[in-house]
């Protein structure tokens, strides 16, 4: 078994979602990756913990929550 806690950066140049624009907004987020290896190191299963939505929330690709332009934090 192998474990990664990785952060994932980048800018959001399009293609994911399919058919969306690119807002070219930064993100930063956290990923952790558990990999379990066969006896002969092949890759058996992957699971993932990924921060989409803290992604697509910094890339722009949702709308504002609502309350945020006054400022409250929500």
């Not at 980048?10 to 990999?35: D, M, W």
Request: charged share 20%; net charge negative; proline share 9%.
């Amino acid at each position: 078994m192998a474990a990664a806690y990785v952060s994932m950066r980048g800018t959001h140049e399009g293609g994911l979602p399919p058919n969306v624009p690119a807002t070219h907004k930064p993100f930063a987020v956290k990923h952790l990756h558990l990999i379990r290896f066969a006896d002969d190191g092949r890759a058996l299963e992957h699971w993932a913990v990924r921060d989409d939505l803290g992604l697509a929330m910094q890339a722009g690709l949702l709308p504002p929550s609502p309350g945020a332009a006054d400022g409250d934090g929500a």
